[in-house]
């Protein structure tokens, strides 16, 4: 069954007390529900199903509700007479249901859809608003008096007339919706014989072979077949709408769009071969013909076309042409120089690394030449190399393949290059016709064998050395080595590093040892080893595995060092660096390290662990009434009851500030047993931390908000598992405080993505991927007036994202500020261009400044230092500011306004009648235009609420002598509808949508 939404909710009918605000939605939800059933006619039954747990829900919701003001208003005039308010609730709809004895059903139901419509827009938004008001007053630290004072300031005045306003237009919006829906229908079963005859043109022409498309004047699709939507990979509803020119591959564009419009011009078909856009992104070769056809109505004349698919043919075409250039490209990939000679010696063509070797800026230096005198010609030590006796002139002299392991090779410049070359003839129709040679420079393998000889003095460093094979017997020590052990080489040689062994480390520890460094490669650490004469001492070892070209261990080298004077000063350092000084437990720095260890662990033995990240809900507000100094009591007093809760092997942290993380470990293998276990340790914490605190002089209360993450193998990445715990704590905070919960997946999923999609919104910004277009205003004599920028990202991969979709992310992330100043740069740079053209030098241009953007502190330099810097004539400029941002810092508003006014910007006021701004601010507002909301331009025809809002509107404006415009006007009935009215300036697809610079100034020449 469709769905109608009688009572449409937004973000105006929430209170700010999440509880509250989504049990209202629910009731919203149910009410819409109802009012579907009876606008589509659905069975009485089944309507008094709905209305009976429409009834039900609202007692409990009252239940809920009532509990969250008594906590804050027990025993207050207020609470009681909203009591009384619900009570009248269920009285009335059982009074109303009732009449159904007397009355037709669907009428009784429609009267009970008005009241609960409107006695719901009235129960939020006046009665529950008010006392969420004082809650949220009281919450903050205000008493009940001064919250209820506070309250009442904000609900007088011109917020209590827009509620009235609303209440009256949700009061008609119910049966309005309902009688328009039944005359829908009709027109549906009207749309249906429509639709038969249609399908019988379907039929005729998808038997042909071709792909078929339609389009109008201007070139949007208004019918394809399903041939060619198997060309396209495209749905008729996908095409239909869009400019037939949009899937043309970029290079063809151009000269197709031309060839297009001079057949239009000269009323002729046309023909042509082109590349076209797949919907699975590649490009097909299609034959294309055109042919204009005029209808008797006029708006339906167009072109009719056809396409077939020669991608084949034009495959076979393209690839010859590909054959050469890919043996180009092989050669010239090749990290190898490589050449050709003649039988003679001399250059028949040379790659690209050969040019970057030898230092030669294009190939024309070196064909033809002889090779051998223009590369060749010296020995390593500078004296001459005869060609006769050139190696490489076997391979075609004597049909020999040749290898040259160590040579040199002269460079342009006249400087040596070491090289390493191949050398093998050329046959042509079983004739020695030359040879081929490649080579590789291998100055890099010549300045290793000298590292090697000097790592071979640096072995007999101050450091102790061994080197062992792969089966750890010692081959090599250093003199150092003999001086920290007291072992000579005859004594170390041939044995194991066992020979050190002091005991004091378990066979644990040196499995560990070397699973890290099988699998890393190497290892660092401390170790006790015990010297020749017994003694035992500290040292610091590292320990790399050496491998051959195929990743195989060949042999491990040890350095170490003896750090007897040294640990003492380390245990002190070790417990300042891993311990918090605060409280004593372990640090960030201390638990990374332990979770590693937990993960390890876990991936051994299946057992599962799990993180719970502690956050103190309310701790700030502590610190700032009362002391860091008494801070620092709760969290130490926080740290005790923590590790009271938990077992002596698990590990509690701090991690600075009031955020602690418990590390639980060896849990049961199984998910639901281990995730019963944390839960239980979870309460546990919750309970504790709940109880009453003794501050000094201060008892206090706090509670935790606690978020869990289980883990069970080495997969997991420390800071990946952290994250995910704090998630799961701050869906705890979004949800209330004082709670328990576990990561949901899903969670970390809408966090990648919207992560990718502002990773990709601030690459848009670095590469300026932004568009803007362009929407025209016009007078009621339908003279252009100007027009209002509208932002536009054509995504590289994703196609035009919506500004709805990134707009709200930019302003959470403060992008809204370099995208906002793009975007006034750009306007003021297509101004200027403008003010050169006698058609566009007195339009003007609308852009919208965000709040964010708008309360920057040097928001006014930088306008005027942008109409400046572009030499814009400022009073072509009008910046378009949303109702909603009067709401705060109102003084700090108008006095920017005002500094920018002096300069000649204008000020248009948007949305006007949504933001339930306060109208004593509109005397005091710089203005110059208010703009007309399109929700009251929509329904202008046929709803008298919306009639007289507009008339208000209007008539408010020439009381503050303020211009006034209404955007979306899409029919001739709403504008003159609004002219009627007294609006005399328009804005609305009735005369353009959005669309790019190049279009837009095509229009402005059409209207002129």
């Known amino acids: 069954m469709s769905s109608i939404d009688i009572f449409p909710w937004n973000d105006n009918f929430n209170t700010g007390i999440p509880k509250i605000d989504e049990q209202h939605k629910k009731l919203a939800q149910l009410l819409n529900l109802l009012a579907s059933h009876v606008a589509f006619q659905s069975n009485i039954p089944a309507l008094n199903v709905i209305f009976d747990e429409l009834a039900e829900y609202a007692v409990y919701h009252f239940n809920s509700e009532e509990k969250i003001w008594d906590e804050y208003l027990a025993n207050d005039p207020i609470e009681s007479a909203h009591h009384q308010f619900h009570n009248s609730f269920l009285t009335e709809v059982l009074k109303l249901k009732a009449e159904e004895n007397t009355k037709p059903a669907n009428k009784v139901i429609e009267e009970v859809l008005a009241f609960l419509t409107r006695w719901l827009a009235a129960h939020i938004l006046e009665s529950d608003r008010y006392m969420a008001t004082i809650v949220q007053a009281m919450q903050s630290g205000m008493l009940l008096d001064a919250a209820k004072k506070y309250a009442a300031e904000k609900m007088r005045g011109a917020t209590k007339a827009l509620i009235d306003i609303i209440l009256s237009i949700y009061e008609s919006l119910s049966t309005n919706t309902l009688h328009l829906m039944r005359e829908l229908a009709e027109q549906k079963r009207m749309a249906l014989l429509l639709d038969d005859q249609e399908r019988h043109f379907e039929t005729l022409i998808s038997i042909t072979p071709v792909g078929v498309f339609e389009t109008n004047k201007l070139g949007k699709y208004t019918y394809v077949n399903a041939q060619w939507s198997e060309i396209t990979g ?5 095409a239909t709408g869009s400019d037939w020119t949009q899937s043309l591959h ?41 042919v204009a056809y005029k209808s008797k109505l006029k708006d339906r004349s167009g072109y009719i076309s056809t396409i077939t698919d020669i991608t084949k043919r034009k495959q076979t075409e393209l690839a010859l042409q590909a054959s050469h250039q890919q043996i180009n490209t092989l050669l010239n990939s090749m990290a190898e120089g490589a050449y050709g000679i003649d039988a003679h010696g001399y250059c028949t063509f040379v790659n690209q690394s050969f040019l970057n070797i030898l ?13 051998h005198e223009l590369i060749h010609h010296s ?23 040749i290898h040259v392991a160590d040579e040199v090779f002269w460079r342009k410049d006249g400087t040596s290059v070491f090289v390493e070359y191949w050398s093998q003839p050329i046959f042509k129709h079983d004739i020695l016709t030359g040879a081929i040679a490649t080579f590789i420079d291998i100055t890099e393998r010549k300045q290793a064998e000298h590292q090697q000889r000097v790592a071979a003095t640096a072995f007999e460093s101050q450091e102790g050395m061994m080197v062992t094979d792969a089966n750890n017997v010692i081959l090599r020590v250093n003199r150092a080595f003999t001086r920290i052990t007291g072992y000579e080489a005859e004594d170390a040689v041939g044995q194991t590093p066992r020979l050190l062994s002091s005991g004091h480390q378990d066979k644990l520890f040196y499995k560990s040892m070397w699973e890290h460094i099988n699998n890393a490669g190497e290892w660092e650490g401390e170790i006790w080893n015990r010297r020749k004469n017994g003694e035992v001492y500290p040292e610091h070892l590292t320990i790399t595995a050496v491998k051959d070209t195929n990743g ?12 007897t004077l040294s640990k003492a000063a380390s245990d002190e350092i070790k417990t300042l660096a891993f311990y918090d000084p605060l409280t004593r437990l372990p640090n960030r720095r201390l638990l990374v390290d332990r979770l590693r260890q937990a993960l390890a662990s876990s991936a051994r033995s299946g057992q599962k662990g799990a993180l719970l990240f502690i956050d103190l809900d309310h701790f700030k507000t502590l610190n700032d009434t009362l002391g860091h100094d008494v801070g620092d009591q709760l969290l130490k007093q926080v740290a005790d009851r923590l590790t009271a809760c938990v077992r002596e092997d698990d590990t509690v942290a701090r991690l600075g500030g009031d955020e602690f993380v418990v590390l639980l470990e060896g849990l049961n293998k199984g998910e639901i047993e281990a995730a019963a276990h944390t839960e239980a340790i979870g309460e546990k914490i919750l309970h504790s931390l709940s109880q009453t605190y003794r501050l000094g002089t201060y008892e206090h209360h706090s509670t935790p908000s606690i978020g869990v993450t289980l883990f069970d193998d080495h997969q997991f990445e420390v800071e990946t598992l952290l994250k995910q715990a704090d998630i799961a704590m701050y869906e705890v905070k979004s949800s209330g405080r004082n709670a328990l919960r576990f990561f949901d997946p899903k969670m970390q999923e809408a966090i990648a993505i919207r992560v990718d999609l502002e990773q990709d919104l601030r690459k848009a910004i670095e590469l300026k991927q932004f568009q803007l277009y362009y929407q025209i205003q016009v007078n009621s004599a339908g003279k252009t007036l100007g027009a209002e920028v509208l932002i536009r990202w054509p995504h590289p991969k994703r196609g035009m994202i919506s500004p709805s979709s990134f707009i709200p992310l930019a302003e959470e992330t403060g992008l809204i500020l370099p995208i906002g100043q793009w975007v006034l740069d750009a306007a003021c740079a297509q101004l200027k261009l403008w003010q050169e053209n006698a058609i566009t030098r007195d339009l003007t241009l609308s852009v919208n400044v965000s709040a964010k953007q708008f309360l920057q502190k040097d928001f006014v330099e930088q306008v005027q230092m942008t109409v400046q810097r572009h030499n814009t004539d400022p009073t072509r400029l009008k910046l378009e500011l949303t109702e909603s941002m009067l709401i705060n810092k109102v003084s700090e508003i108008i006095a920017k306004m005002n500094a920018l006014g002096e300069i000649g910007i204008k000020f248009s006021l948007d949305d006007f009648g949504t933001g339930y701004s306060s109208l004593q601010y509109l005397k005091q507002l710089p203005l110059y235009q208010l703009k007309i909301d399109q929700s009251f331009v929509r329904d202008i025809t046929n709803d008298v609420q919306d009639q007289a809002i507009v008339r208000t509107i209007i008539a408010m404006a020439n009381n503050l002598n303020l211009s006034v415009i209404a955007e979306g006007v899409e029919t001739e009935t709403q504008r003159r509808h609004l002219l009627n009215a007294g609006c005399t300036h328009y804005q609305g697809y009735l005369f353009s949508k959005p669309i790019p610079i190049h279009e837009f100034e095509q229009l402005l020449i059409k209207n002129e």
């Open 250 to 290: 970029p290079e063809d564009k151009d000269h197709v769009y031309a060839e297009w419009t001079n057949a239009i011009a000269e009323n002729r078909s046309f023909q042509l071969e082109y590349r076209i856009l797949h919907a699975n992104g590649e490009y097909v070769w299609v034959f294309g013909q055109s």
């Open 552 to 563: 195989i261990v060949t042999n491990y080298v040890a350095t170490l060092a003896d750090i």
């Open 359 to 371: 230092g030669y800026t294009s190939s024309e230096e070196v064909i033809g030449k002889h090779i």
């Open 234 to 238: 495209l749905t008729s509803d996908l």
């Open 379 to 401: 020995h390593p030590d500078g004296s001459h190399y005869p060609a006769s006796e050139c190696l490489a002139y076997k391979a075609y002299r004597h049909n020999e393949n």
